[in-house]
């Protein structure tokens, strides 16, 4: 149990547009969903928290207006790359947790490649 | 504020001996602490789980971790590696409901 779906799982686009990454909690209801990022070789860094129903809560230094967060549902929540640039080329990790018990469930992850 | 250290960004092993990934935490109060592995194009998968109940902790495909809070570290051990443990692993502190991920330890295993 305890599934955690994201699609795409990659996506290549050119710089300017926007892309929207799905993160969905295939058997569970995710009170929370966690949206986080991770360079090469590098660590998880969140971006941002979500309740189901509320305004995404974003860590210090990342654009709200440029990561835009809906969490509509218990079961999803979606991460849209607003006119994405190059260096916003990433995996871009999803995750929910169940009834607050810090216990994360991860998604596979998505990888964008914008040119 | 709470954070940690993975001490070792590459270990390698050969299959069948013993596997020690370090992790060393900062909390002001009792942590909870996880590790996860990340395999190749897969989700972080939860390896185990301490939360101020017993200091050694039994996870999956033969992991266990000891909390020790004298030395504030959390080492996930394993007694003898397969040539599938090899994989990223991230050492994890709890900040109320955030997750602060260590900068992770590659582990290889040498047939």
Known sequence: GAVVSQHPSWVICKSGTSVKIECRSLDFQATTMFWYRQFPKQSLMLMATSNEGSKATYEQGVEKDKFLINHASLTLSTLTVTSAHPEDSSFYICSGDRDRKETQYFGPGTRLLVL | ?111
């Not at chain 2, 397969?82 to 109320?96: G, I, L, Q, R």
């Open chain 2, 1 to 111: 504020a709470q954070s940690v250290t993975q001490l070792d960004s590459h270990v390698s092993v050969s299959e069948g001996t013993p596997v020690l990934l370090r992790c060393n935490y900062s909390s002001s109060y009792s942590p909870s602490l996880f590790w996860y592995v990340q395999h190749p194009n897969k989700g972080l998968q939860l390896l185990l789980k301490y939360t101020s109940a017993a200091t050694l902790v039994k996870g999956i495909n033969g992991f266990e971790a000891e909390f020790k809070k004298s030395e504030t570290s959390f080492h996930l051990t394993k007694p003898s590696a397969h040539m599938s443990d090899a994989a990223e692993y991230f050492c994890v502190v709890s900040n109320t409901d955030k997750l602060i991920f260590g900068t992770g330890t590659r582990l290889q295993v040498f047939p």
